[in-house]
């Protein structure tokens, strides 16, 4: 089904979102296009999609992701990039699930980021990331920040410190746990 880049189809009020609608068929794109179109009924004038910033995830094993441009499309289009890979082995959360892996993050010489890569089970966990870093104009309106986090108050301190306490080990359980021979039974 053909739209404008606003989802719109040649019906008024009828939008296409998803499979349906010429381009990579994947549950992101549909997910956003949707996101889009609601958005756009009622009111908030969202900016088109840019198609190469709605991430590609493969629910494989390993899994395989990405957003926007490969090294190879990026050195097509800009000429110079540079390229810095992140390789899983040595990351705590992958030896946990025994997996490894790579993230791969290709940008201009110094320059905004071009394009995000990423092979490894749930690594599609990290994909809102390197959809966040490749799309610069992330910046909801309604962002609030979260107030600052109040500081704990202070830990009560024993009337009795540990280890200066003279008592004999016939007092009351509450004394005798405040002045830490209830653990230690010294
Ligand atoms: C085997 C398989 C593996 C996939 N793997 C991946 C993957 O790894 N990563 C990824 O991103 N995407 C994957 N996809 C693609 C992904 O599932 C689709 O891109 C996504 O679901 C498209 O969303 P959609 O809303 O356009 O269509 P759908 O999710 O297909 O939703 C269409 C809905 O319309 C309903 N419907 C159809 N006809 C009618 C009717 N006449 N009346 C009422 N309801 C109707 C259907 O029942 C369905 O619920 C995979 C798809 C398949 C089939």
């Known amino acids: 089904m053909l739209t404008d880049d606003r989802l719109r189809t040649n019906l008024p009020g009828v939008y296409a979102v998803g499979d349906i609608v010429p381009g990579l068929q994947l549950a992101h794109r549909g997910f956003q296009q949707g996101i889009f179109i609601a958005e756009d009924i009622v009111g908030l004038n969202p ?13 494989s094993h390993p899994e395989a ?29 992958s030896q946990i699930l025994k997996t490894a892996g790579a993230v791969k ?24 990331e390197a959809q966040l870093i490749y799309n610069p104009t992330t910046s ?5 920040p979260t107030p600052p986090r109040p500081k704990p108050s202070a830990r009560p301190t024993s009337p009795w410190p540990a280890n200066r306490c003279t008592c004999t080990a016939d ?6 746990r405040a002045c830490g021979r209830f653990l230690t039974g010294r």
Do not use: C, M, W
């Open 47 to 59: 900016q088109p999609i840019d198609e190469a910033g709605i991430p590609r995830v493969t629910y």
């Open 65 to 93: 992701a990405s957003v926007s441009l490969t090294e190879a499309a990026a050195k097509k289009q800009y000429g110079q990039v540079q390229t810095f890979t992140y390789d899983l082995a040595g990351n705590s959360k």
């Open 105 to 128: 993050l290709v940008r201009t010489a110094d320059g905004p980021v071009l394009g995000l890569h990423l092979v490894g089970d749930r690594i599609d966990e990290l994909i809102d």
């Open 140 to 144: 909801p309106p309604s962002y609030t």
């Open 171 to 176: 007092q009351p359980a509450d004394h005798l």
